[in-house]
């Protein structure tokens, strides 16, 4: 064999080796670096390491193994180093790499563009275990800070100094009501944050004001929206100042008006690679486009399916028509999961594959089968959430961590009776991506208002509402209230109603007055009438419902977490014959009372689909899978919105690693509102060898799969529990015999003492007069009772 061709044989024989512990298509990933590349990245397919080790051997190998050229000074000494540093690992790293190395490029050449600043920190630090100091000159980095580092620089040819002041939302939103009030127009009728909501997605668009006048033709809304975009643009730019979406937009028009700074650009970033890329929308397509249009030496990586953040603007045709736009593109799909079970999987991909937008791959791995995906059709959402408690504590008490439990829901408004069940079996939990639902700035307000009306000498509550909606009472004046009321012991209540009386808050007595006078009528109500009527009337005779409907979108997802919060109320009422306000608000503050999780602590984790993405759980519950709800009701007819909540079903499916279980509900309290839901399409979609039915029976739920109640679930709903049919196993306090007159330990209600025992069928309704919490009729078998 001659020195050339042992020297190729050697030089592949040797990389192949160092990243031996990477499957086959990663390899290929990591060694093809010339051309333009699209790396379909399958969840748990180890993406981030096929960036890292990609970029890693780019600056230290170039495009050594692809490469036919021979170095001038091999000979047949330089061969048997390259043998012996591959049978044995003789010989020093460096002069190794110095002979198979082909034109690797500098660090500062390579650009590594990600979606958030903690992906672009785990690149940076992964790749500086690797590289050592050479990683630092590697620009790696978000969309956003990469355009800023190149704005500080060039930003000057389209008239900004190079100090320029970045706008945060709430900074936009005050700049958008002086436009308003400058053009004379209502901000309710063109509500500030659904004003800049809109001129985002003109930007997203690369639409500048005037084109957004000329497309706006004889649409009135369209018009005032450019007006108000003209004019926000120019009070941003008088001010040298950039809003969020400015930065990646004004990058491109810099690169598109000054050819010369683009070509200096697209000289320093030789290579390019791109990450999340089925997330970018269109200005983004247009920045990556620019820089790698003269070498085409850009790589993206991304998975087609788990694209989902359409409502953000990002559009799935990006990566979808890679192929066209870069002609000879590389296509490398990594379907080997190293996350999931097959059974899971194979889920996934049944699910996934009724899509028609997609390029089309099948995960595997070898895992192993697993067990098959649970699927638990619940009565209500109640008989839901129990359980999810109660699978989570048999997991435990096996010898699972709580942390190691997810549960995934559609919309944060499914997180309450979840949370309320969490509450009352002690199972710790923290919220990814949003705030406990009591939390909730609306709900806590709410709250407040109910806490006043309970308990007027409550100060701390009243001066959260106060002046919420805004009633023209400052601080200045809640202030002066409280040394009135200190300095004559009255409570501050008592003072904001005699208001007159006092020279510290006779300018402000009209609105206070008028503040405590709304109380008192609250406190009538309360004694009058149900604490649904009482919700209603504080809502909307605080004018809070309208103050939330003038705030567009963000209003709505309020208005939905009220809507929440009176169902939970609601419930209250129908579980407690004696329901009080007092009562109500002592079982909130059970929730409330919960201390904060840190990340690091054992506690099962919640949060949205969205926020699940890149993701991974021993055990995820996937709630709510229900037509109407996941797909939802205001996407169900439109066959493109349907495959990007299939896409997100997929997300939510492969986010689990040894168990997947899925939950309904026949009936469901959403919104103020109940509802009977049929099983999500998504759910139907998984093929019966994949899943196990269990829950309500074949008659209740309308399917034709036989269903079960597997040995570690018991029911905590014994009213729910009754209606479930089909083998169901043996209840934990079954054989227990109760009798009147015995006192028991309810883990919620305390003690007590039954005062009936009536037998009914194969269990005892029991009922109980406990000492704090009245009389309760409960079913024996289904309660978890400690006789004292």
């Known amino acids: 064999m001659d020195i050339k061709t042992s020297y190729i044989q050697l030089k592949k024989r040797i990389l192949e080796k160092e990243y031996s512990r990477m499957n086959d298509m990663q390899r290929?990933?990591?060694?093809?670096?010339?051309?333009?590349?699209?790396?379909?990245?399958?969840?748990?397919?180890?993406?981030?390491?096929?960036?890292?080790?990609?970029?890693?051997?780019?600056?230290?190998?170039?495009?050594?193994?692809?490469?036919?050229?021979?170095?001038?000074?091999?000979?047949?000494?330089?061969?048997?180093?390259?043998?012996?540093?591959?049978?044995?690992?003789?010989?020093?790293?460096?002069?190794?790499?110095?002979?198979?190395?082909?034109?690797?490029?500098?660090?500062?050449?390579?650009?590594?563009?990600?979606?958030?600043?903690?992906?672009?920190?785990?690149?940076?630090?992964?790749?500086?275990?690797?590289?050592?100091?050479?990683?630092?000159?590697?620009?790696?980095?978000?969309?956003?800070?990469?355009?800023?580092?190149?704005?500080?620089?060039?930003?000057?040819?389209?008239?900004?100094?190079?100090?320029?002041?970045?706008?945060?939302?709430?900074?936009?939103?005050?700049?958008?009501?002086?436009?308003?009030?400058?053009?004379?127009?209502?901000?309710?009728?063109?509500?500030?944050?659904?004003?800049?909501?809109?001129?985002?997605?003109?930007?997203?668009?690369?639409?500048?004001?005037?084109?957004?006048?000329?497309?706006?033709?004889?649409?009135?809304?369209?018009?005032?929206?450019?007006?108000?975009?003209?004019?926000?643009?120019?009070?941003?730019?008088?001010?040298?100042?950039?809003?969020?979406?400015?930065?990646?937009?004004?990058?491109?028009?810099?690169?598109?008006?000054?050819?010369?700074?683009?070509?200096?650009?697209?000289?320093?970033?030789?290579?390019?690679?791109?990450?999340?890329?089925?997330?970018?929308?269109?200005?983004?397509?247009?920045?990556?486009?620019?820089?790698?249009a003269s070498h085409k030496r850009i790589c993206v990586v991304g998975d087609d399916d788990q694209s989902i953040y359409r409502f953000r603007g990002a559009t799935i045709e990006n990566i979808l028509s890679f192929e066209h736009q870069f002609e000879h593109a590389e296509v490398i799909r990594l379907e080997q999961n190293y996350r999931s079970t097959q059974t899971i999987l194979n889920a996934a991909n049944a699910v996934i594959g009724h899509n028609t937008q997609r390029k089309g791959k099948e995960l595997w791995t070898s895992n192993g089968a697993g067990e098959q995906v649970l699927v638990y059709r619940a009565s209500d959402e109640m008989e839901e959430a129990a359980f999810i408690a109660d699978t989570i504590e048999e997991n435990v008490r096996l010898g699972h961590q709580y942390s190691e439990h997810a549960i995934l829901y559609r919309m944060n408004a499914q997180s309450a009776q979840i949370e309320r069940h969490f509450a009352k079996a002690a199972i710790p939990y923290r919220i990814i991506g949003g705030l406990r639902f009591y939390e909730r700035k609306e709900v806590k307000d709410i709250i407040a208002y109910l806490s006043v009306i309970n308990n007027p000498a409550d100060s701390v509550r009243l001066k959260r509402i106060i002046n919420e909606p805004k009633r023209g009472i400052g601080d200045a004046t809640v202030a002066a209230a409280e040394e009135i009321a200190a300095s004559l012991g009255d409570t501050l209540f008592q003072v904001l109603s005699e208001s007159e009386n006092y020279a510290a808050l006779s300018r402000k007595a009209q609105p206070l007055k008028e503040f405590a006078s709304l109380i008192r009528g609250f406190i009538d109500t309360a004694a009058e009438t149900s604490l649904e009527v009482l919700f209603d009337s504080i809502v909307e005779e605080t004018g809070y419902m309208r103050m939330l409907q003038a705030q567009g979108d963000e209003g709505l997802t309020r208005i939905e977490n009220l809507n929440e919060l009176k169902s939970n109320i609601l419930k209250y009422v129908l579980e407690n014959e004696d329901a009080t306000l007092s009562?109500?608000?002592?079982?909130?503050?059970?929730?409330?009372?919960?201390?904060?999780?840190?990340?690091?602590?054992?506690?099962?984790?919640?949060?949205?689909?969205?926020?699940?993405?890149?993701?991974?759980?021993?055990?995820?519950?996937?709630?709510?899978?229900?037509?109407?709800?996941?797909?939802?009701?205001?996407?169900?007819?439109?066959?493109?919105?349907?495959?990007?909540?299939?896409?997100?079903?997929?997300?939510?499916?492969?986010?689990?690693?040894?168990?997947?279980?899925?939950?309904?509900?026949?009936?469901?309290?959403?919104?103020?509102?109940?509802?009977?839901?049929?099983?999500?399409?998504?759910?139907?979609?998984?093929?019966?060898?994949?899943?196990?039915?269990?829950?309500?029976?074949?008659?209740?739920?309308r399917q034709t799969v036989p269903t079960y109640t597997p040995p570690a679930y018991t029911p905590r709903n014994a009213v729910a529990s009754a209606v479930s049919v089909g083998s169901v196993s043996k209840p934990a306090q079954q054989g227990v015999a109760y009798a009147a007159g015995e006192r028991v330990n309810h883990k919620i209600f305390g003690n007590g003492m039954i005062i009936s025992a009536t037998p009914m069928g194969n269990d005892t309704l029991l009922e109980i007069a406990f000492e704090t919490k009245g009389t309760k009729k409960i079913m024996a078998n289904f309660t978890k009772l400690e006789k004292l």
């Open 28 to 292: 290929v990933a990591v060694f093809s670096n010339q051309g333009p590349l699209l790396i379909l990245a399958g969840a748990g397919s180890g993406k981030t390491t096929v960036i890292v080790n990609r970029i890693a051997f780019l600056i230290k190998y170039g495009n050594a193994y692809n490469s036919a050229a021979v170095p001038p000074m091999v000979n047949e000494q330089t061969i048997a180093m390259l043998q012996a540093y591959l049978d044995k690992g003789e010989g020093d790293p460096e002069e190794i790499r110095n002979i198979l190395a082909v034109n690797p490029p500098k660090p500062w050449n390579v650009l590594a563009i990600t979606f958030t600043n903690k992906a672009a920190g785990e690149l940076k630090n992964r790749l500086e275990s690797v590289l050592g100091e050479a990683a630092l000159d590697i620009w790696a980095g978000t969309f956003h800070s990469i355009c800023v580092r190149i704005l500080r620089r060039e930003i000057g040819a389209l008239g900004y100094d190079k100090s320029f002041t970045i706008y945060d939302t709430d900074d936009s939103v005050r700049v958008i009501k002086d436009c308003l009030k400058e053009l004379n127009l209502s901000d309710k009728q063109f509500p500030p944050k659904q004003m800049l909501g809109a001129i985002s997605r003109l930007k997203d668009e690369m639409t500048d004001p005037a084109l957004a006048k000329t497309q706006a033709g004889g649409d009135y809304k369209q018009q005032k929206i450019a007006d108000v975009y003209a004019q926000y643009t120019k009070k941003l730019k008088s001010a040298n100042a950039l809003d969020f979406d400015d930065i990646i937009c004004c990058t491109v028009k810099l690169f598109e008006q000054f050819p010369e700074v683009l070509k200096a650009w697209q000289n320093r970033f030789a290579y390019v690679m791109v990450d999340e890329y089925q997330d970018t929308n269109h200005a983004q397509y247009r920045l990556v486009s620019l820089i790698s």
């Open 583 to 701: 009562g109500f608000l002592e079982e909130v503050s059970l929730l409330t009372d919960i201390d904060n999780y840190d990340a690091d602590a054992d506690a099962a984790v919640m949060m949205t689909m969205h926020s699940a993405k890149g993701l991974e759980f021993p055990f995820v519950f996937v709630v709510g899978m229900e037509e109407g709800i996941f797909p939802g009701m205001q996407v169900m007819y439109d066959p493109t919105e349907v495959e990007e909540e299939r896409r997100l079903a997929y997300v939510a499916i492969t986010r689990a690693k040894k168990r997947l279980y899925i939950t309904n509900a026949a009936s469901r309290m959403l919104f103020g509102q109940t509802m009977r839901n049929r099983p999500s399409r998504f759910l139907t979609e998984i093929p019966l060898e994949y899943k196990e039915e269990t829950g309500l029976s074949v008659r209740a739920s």
